[in-house]
């Protein structure tokens, strides 16, 4: 939200009021307050009206502030409110400053005030080192002029009830921190924009708007620094965001109404404060094992029938790519019935029948599900009856025909709805049913009333929480989602994919944008449409894109309106399929270990390269690259030339694991790869664990490992360690290099394994 014009002045329309000055300071045993003039009061007289903010800074949570700013405090609490775990028990640090202002520490973090009576001066740090800070100009109160309202709303008209900017107030709260020199700012969820965000306004909104434009499937208030600070904006209604785009020097972000809190995490790493973020707002579940392997679907508007599936199965087995999940994309209903969550008995006469006979080739089941009624929908007068849709305010059904003739919301706030929605879940499951794709959820309306009395533009983005927590937790820990809406808190829910992009080399490099935008917000794992959704793609991109599918925590063949089976492509597309599949499988127990450890830490598997690499300039900017896991890293190839150049952190050798290339780390480098090779280079000083992978990614990780060492020199330690399905810790690896000599443990196991050391260095292994 964009109020200046220019430095000094507001833009028509806005009066902005900053705080100028700290009137007063209260402290207590958990808090600060700060009474916050927007201008400078030097007589009494001054006192006398005009607008005060009231800011108060406390912890709830160790390494984290907590910023409260409000203009008036009589408003009406609003729900629904984010989930988060904070500690009612903890205490910061409060102190007075020699300046004559307060500091209140929590952990390593802290935040400090001038003194009473001095200019608007708040600073956050890091032990002693500077994170951010607001002062003159930054925090502040606005207000909109009616006729501005009504500009809006005449511009908005058409979109009302899917994407209204405004909410019928007219004051917003808005906050301003610094950005430093070379600072960089990451996250807001899921954004394909450019991946660094400087420069950038950013809506906290969930659009279906597809993978080439600012819409989001997937927002959340949140962003990560390089200077290795976050900031969650504690609403989960509309935020705008500048990120430097309006005052060059700042990343402003602004809430509708009396009121704006928000959280800044301080940390070392960007890793820490991603954990410290997801210790508030929730760590990911941990996906089944079986989830990790390749997922093939009917694709969308595709003919299919139990014969096109099984044909489908049986040609990946006799082709040897092996295959864990078999996805029935929306046709399994009957057309202009979605969601009715049965069958299309005239395709599908003997569901539970068939999914035994299918399930009896290998792959688990999933199936496609929205929260959208049709109203052709053999389900939709019970719903419309027993009041499970959301309403208008008049009392009538919302309904509109944006996806199916007449369809109408389920409101999940209705607790009998929420129930109903789940029994249809858990009979899916019952039925043999193990995952469910939870598409749709980002056009819900705002002019509407929900059963529970949920303030209609809070729900519109908290709905995708609710909904998959629904079928979440319907599943029972058994099965996995597959969603694609989401907030801040929905990362407690994997697994999350990118929604629908073209089948180019552009869409490829905007779904790793997304991707890494997304990992950065705090969600552990994420998916994607391998060779692209909409239109089909060459041979030639469904091969680089099978790679980069294949070397992300979660794989899925899907499209729009083809099959997406390698040989629809040519013969060399199922060879590709077959290696990468087989690659991933004897990843396997690296991945999982790393799947624990997010599960764990809430720090992503899938994650930019600034996560790991905060102190290395050179790895800060880099979209085009990630890590999976600690580990590896690895470069999808965006060419069909299959030239891709690669950025390698400084700190030692790294080496490819399947060509044993190695190359010193600290700069760019440049290779041409064929079809079965990309840049996956395996960290320095790393241990990778390869398992006995045969035909499905749910397997011992322990029994008949392969222990590879990479990059050890005199001097260097490293530690592994392999879990089991549970999570529990199956087996323990400790190497030491000391001259020529490889000293690697094992414990926790009596499983036969192997050692190796990249390198070709003698070992020595003890147990």
Known sequence: MKVSDGYWLSRTGYDVRWAAQIYETEADDRSLTVWAATHFISNR????????????????????????????????????????GEDSGFRPVIRRTGDGGYELISGNTSVRTGKTGGEWDISYRFGDRLLTRSGWRTTSIVTEEPFRRRLAEAENREQRFFSAYDNGGSTYIREMLGLSVGEYIYGFGEKFTAFVKNGQTVEVWNDDGGTCTEQSYKSVP???????????????????????SEN????????????????????????????????????????????????????????YDEETV??????????????????????????????????????????????????????????????????????????????????????SVFQCDMWQPGMAVIDFTNAEAREWFA?????????????????????????????????????????????????????????????????????????????????????????????????????????????GFESTGTPDLYKRWTAFGLLSTHSRYHGSSSYRVPWNYDEESCDVARHFVRLKGRLMPYIWANAVKAHLTGVPVMRAMAVDFTHDRGALTVDTQYML?????????????????????????????????????????????D?????????????????????????DYADGMRIVVYGMEDGDEAASAVYDRSGAVAAEIKAVRRGDVLAVTVSGTDKPYTVESADGSAITVNV
Not at 682 to 698: E, H, K, L, M, W
């Open 45 to 84: 007289g001054m006192t006398l009206g005009g607008p005060m903010l009231t800011v108060t800074f406390t912890s709830t949570l160790e390494n984290s502030i907590k910023v409260t700013i409000r203009h008036f405090s009589g408003g009406v609490k609003k729900s629904p409110s984010f989930e988060l």
């Open 310 to 395: 099984s044909s489908f199965i049986s040609e990946m087995k006799r082709r040897e790519i092996p295959l864990d999940v078999f996805h029935f994309d929306c046709f399994w209903m009957k057309e202009m019935e979605w969601c009715s969550f049965r069958w299309d008995e005239s395709r599908f006469p003997e569901p539970a029948a068939m999914l035994a006979r299918l399930k009896k080739q290998g792959p688990r089941i999933c199936v496609w599900i929205n929260p959208y009624v049709g109203q052709k929908s053999p389900v939709f007068r019970e719903c419309m009856e027993k009041g499970y849709f959301i309403r208008k305010r008049d009392g």
């Open 423 to 531: 029994a249809q879940v858990r009979r899916l499951a019952d039925m043999g049913v193990d995952a469910v794709k939870t598409d749709f959820g980002e056009r819900i309306p705002t002019d509407v009333v929900y059963s529970d009395g949920s303030d209609p533009y809070r729900m519109h983005n908290y709905y995708s929480y609710l909904y998959n927590r629904t079928v979440f937790e319907a599943l029972d820990g058994k099965g996995c989602l597959f969603a694609r809406a989401a907030t801040a808190g929905c990362q407690q829910f994997p697994v999350h994919w990118g929604g629908d992009c073209f089948s180019d080399y552009s869409s490829m490099g905007e779904t790793l944008r997304g991707g890494l935008s997304l990992c950065m917000s705090g969600f552990g794992f994420f998916s994607h449409d391998i060779g």
């Open 248 to 303: 060059v020097s700042g990343t402003a972000f602004s809430v509708q109404g009396e009121e704006l809190e928000y959280f800044i995490f301080g940390g070392d790493t960007v890793a820490d404060v991603i954990e410290r973020y997801t210790a508030l707002t929730g760590r990911p579940a941990l996906p089944p094992p079986w989830s990790f392997g390749l997922w093939l679907s009917t694709s969308f508007t595709t003919d």
């Open 675 to 699: 079809y079965f090779g990309l840049p996956l280079f395996a960290r320095p000083r790393s241990i990778i664990v390869y398992g006995n992978f045969t035909d499905t990614a749910d397997y």
């Open 222 to 244: 949140f962003f990560v620094s390089s200077r290795s600070y976050g900031v969650f904006v504690n609403t989960p209604e509309r935020v705008s965001f500048e990120v430097g």
């Open 629 to 673: 896991g600690d580990s590896l890293l690895v470069a999808p190839v965006f060419s069909e030339d299959g030239r891709c150049s690669f950025y390698l952190p400084a700190g030692g050798v790294w080496t490819d694991i399947q060509t044993g290339e190695e190359l010193t780390g600290g700069g760019w480098y440049t290779r041409k790869y």
